[in-house]
């Protein structure tokens, strides 16, 4: 009931005659979920922060207060909930409490209206605040945090109000970011969601919001990880010089995972350098650590690296494994539309498109499996909406690059 | 606490039994534990979370269905949820007035393990003294200079940080914090730390304004 490692390099060997390139792919596997019944979920303690700045009145606010109910109908009186919401003023509308009876939250949702301009994070202050207030060591804290709009009252610095959720992250309450409609800045959303160790969501239309609740839900119930890191150490006068994944670093200098849930894998691809090497000589020690809803203390699992060693022409001969080639160019496609990104931002829509031409281009080499084609079928829409609307091509690159270093939630399909 | 008795009473018979306000209020008292006063009947009244008494003669007169209202504001009021919150609530059926009663007053089968965390959870100490940390930082609100906090609850030992008045603000949730503030010798204004206050303005004015106008009708009501 643990999870697992597992190492699938590009290429089976390294040289034993000449300096070695190795991409490897390292993959975490989670445990596959316990028999049905035999085990409950654990409480969960949320606190739903809410927007009601001017900008979320009409329909917006209303589908927020729809989902808002929803989300109190899904818990039950083993869970505790509380709902803040926020303009320039905080207001604590129900306090922490257990969902014995959600008709007593849906009332108090019901008078929700719009008001003034975007404390944002005041809002996650007060809504952190009640968490904390009931934080169970053994279950599940976090804050939900929904804004259309930008942050123009209070602390509204980006890094600032990232480096203040991690902080509470460190101290087990973690923070989701749902952003919604076409105003809201994504770059902040996902520097709260990854600092928070919580789910990155764009919603376009407050219509998915019911499903994004339901999903968060399902994710917070099949948890076995928290504060997932995973740390790498070259051994031997090897030297890691990439990781494809953009993941956050921890104090201790690991990389931070994502949380682990039941049934999912996570890959991170990485390159390391090596000089000629000897054989059953260790590459690597990787350690992966994490906090499990049930067990006290740190939980660690630690592999040793090592792969057959062979002479530098014998290598040239090897094919290279299609699957990590297509992992690796999957993970190398979600960075390059950080450079597109910056491309936009500088106003060179020229240079954003031939970045975004340039992963499909090697994305058309590869086997056309149907993760390939799915990517590369999410990059020409990218191209074509970038010409019509730069925002919101803009907002589904920064969700789709962040795939693969935080849990970014995708909808039905493809941004519906 | 409701007993099951008074809610099989009260189901059984939707409207006869009939109370002055006095009775009334002794009977919801004895109910609820806790002292109701008239102001807090009449207050409820006004904001029309009770209905309106009946007359007899020259004399209010209350039903069943007044004191289930009663019993369900106090009820939820005592969780913490704000009159607005509870509005919609009060103003149900009578069946549906009763099924919340009663849904609030069951002993929940896992209630042992929901209740407050051992209050000296090590984690919830760190995480409540951090966000303080976070509050104090910011400028400068406006409780603090209003007054000091009273006790906080024995429930929720103060963390290791100190908590001054300094590090509260108004946004922080600890509902279970009031400050005070004296505004004139004998009159003190009691403040939930979950109350927000319009920032200084115009809408600050309109705020002070409303308060006032509650203020005068209480006083009216009372003479």
Redo the contacts between chains.
């Keep these: 009931m643990t999870p697992s490692l597992h190492f699938r390099p590009l290429r089976p060997a390294v040289a034993a005659d000449g300096a070695t390139t190795l991409d490897l792919m390292i993959t975490v596997r989670s445990p596959e979920p316990p028999a049905a019944s035999t085990k409950q979920r654990p ?1 969960l303690n949320l606190a739903l922060v809410i927007d009601r700045s001017g900008s979320m009145a009409g329909s917006k606010l209303s589908h927020a207060r729809k989902a808002a109910r929803f989300l109190a109908g899904e818990l039950t ?2 869970d ?1 909930l ?1 709902i ?1 919401t926020f303009d ?11 969902v ?2 959600p ?2 939250f849906i ?2 949702i ?2 929700i209206d719009a008001g003034g301009c975007t404390a944002l994070f ?2 996650w ?13 053994q279950g599940l804290n976090r804050v939900l945090l929904l804004s259309d709009g930008q942050a123009n009252e ?2 509204t610095d980006a890094d600032a109000i990232a480096a ?1 959720v991690e ?2 992250t460190q ?3 973690s923070t989701s970011g749902f952003g919604l409609g076409s105003g809201f800045d994504e770059d902040l959303m996902g520097a709260v969601a990854a600092a928070g160790d919580g789910t990155l969501a764009q919603i376009e239309s407050p219509k998915q919001l019911a499903d994004l609740y339901a999903s968060e839900l399902q994710g917070l119930a099949s948890t076995v990880g928290r504060k997932v890191s995973l740390g790498i150490r070259a051994k031997h006068g090897a030297e890691l010089v990439d990781v494809l994944n953009d993941l956050p670093q921890t104090t201790a200098g690991n990389l931070q995972l994502l949380n682990l849930r039941y049934g999912q894998e996570l890959g991170v691809g990485v390159r390391l350098q090596l000089p000629a090497w000897a054989p059953n000589q260790e590459i690597a020690s990787v350690r992966l650590a994490w906090d499990a809803p049930d067990a006290e203390g740190r939980q660690e699992l630690i592999e040793q690296l090592t792969l057959p060693v062979k002479p530098q022409a014998e290598l040239d001969g090897l094919e290279a494994d299609p699957a990590v080639a297509e992992q690796l160019a999957l993970l190398q496609a979600n960075r390059e539309r950080r450079l597109a990104i910056e491309e936009l931002d500088r106003g060179d829509l020229h240079a954003a498109l031939a970045s975004l031409a340039a992963i499909d281009k090697r994305l058309a080499a590869l086997p056309q499996t149907e993760g390939v084609q799915r990517e590369r079928r999410l990059l020409t829409e990218k191209q074509a909406l970038m010409q019509q609307d730069r925002n919101l091509s803009r907002k589904r690159l920064r969700n789709e690059s962040l795939r693969s270093s935080l849990n970014v939630w995708e909808g039905d399909d493809d941004n519906g | 606490m409701v007993d099951s008795s008074l809610l099989s009473l009260a189901a059984a018979d939707g409207s006869t039994a009939l109370y002055g306000l006095d009775e009334l209020l002794a009977v919801a008292g004895e109910r609820l534990g806790e002292e109701i006063t008239p102001r807090t009947v009449r207050l409820y009244a006004t904001e029309g979370l009770i209905d309106r008494p009946g007359k007899v003669g020259r004399r209010a007169v209350y039903g069943q269905r007044h004191l289930l209202q009663l019993l369900l504001i106090r009820s ?1 009021a005592r ?4 009159l ?6 009060a103003t149900c059926s009578d069946g549906v007035l009763l099924a ?1 009663l009663r ?2 007053e069951e002993p ?1 089968a ?2 042992a ?2 209740e ?2 051992e209050a000296s ?1 090590a ?2 100490q ?3 003294a ?2 303080q940390s ?2 104090s930082e ?1 400028s400068p609100s406006l409780l603090p200079l209003l007054g000091s906090p009273l006790s906080s609850s024995s429930a ?1 030992p103060s963390p290791r940080r100190s908590l001054s008045s300094r590090s509260a ?7 279970r914090r009031w400050h005070r503030f004296s505004l004139a010798p004998g009159m003190e204004l009691h403040l939930s730390e ?1 109350a ?4 200084a303005g115009t809408r600050r004015e309109a705020w002070l304004q409303r308060l006032l106008e509650r203020l005068r009708e209480q006083l009216d009501s009372e003479s």
Excluded at chain 1, 88 to 93: A, K, S, T
Excluded at chain 1, 125 to 132: D, H, K, R, W
Excluded at chain 2, 196 to 199: A, E, N, V
């Design positions: 409480g009186e083993r505790r509380a803040v320039e003023d905080v207001n604590v509308l129900v306090p922490s409490q257990p014995r009876d008709l007593l009332s108090a019901n008078t005041d809002g202050l007060a809504g952190a605040t009640q968490v904390a207030n009931q934080v169970d060591p209070g602390l203040k902080g509470l101290r087990g309450i | 939820l969780r913490g949820l704000s607005t919150a509870i509005a919609p609530l919340q849904q609030l929940s896992h209630q393990s929901l407050p965390m959870s984690q919830q760190e995480a409540l951090y966000l976070l509050q910011r929720s603000g108004r946004s922080s949730a600890a509902s979950t927000s206050i319009p920032p």
